[in-house]
């Protein structure tokens, strides 16, 4: 459902914001040396997750991308229709929405 939602909000086919989401996402995740995929979910503020798993890594990936996706079209339209003191009150909407689910993906990790 989620990804029909972020599909509808912002058409994938636009390539400008298509690489703008892919790099936001791509700035989340790093190869080691031994080819293994850290995940950084607070970037440089937090530690690092080893992802061995390739279909854990995309399914990471996919919500990082949507959740992007998303939160930033909401944001978008709630500063411009109701100002910006709203699009803050926000804010612990989105971050208990990012924890909960990438500590749901990467339960067992």
Do not use: Q
């Amino acid at each position: 459902m989620l990804d029909k939602l972020a599909d509808i909000i912002i058409d994938c086919n636009n390539n400008m914001l298509s690489k703008y989401f892919n790099y936001l996402t791509d700035a989340s995740f790093i190869k080691d040396n031994h080819g293994n995929t850290l995940f950084f979910p607070l970037g440089i503020y937090g530690k690092g997750r080893i992802i061995t798993d390739e279909i854990i890594e995309r399914k990471v990936r996919r919500f990082i991308l949507n959740y992007y996706k998303v939160s930033l079209t909401i944001i978008i339209f709630t500063v411009v229709a109701f100002g910006c003191i709203w699009s803050f009150l926000l804010t612990p909407v989105f971050m208990g929405w990012f924890y909960l689910a990438t500590k749901s993906l990467l339960t067992g990790v």
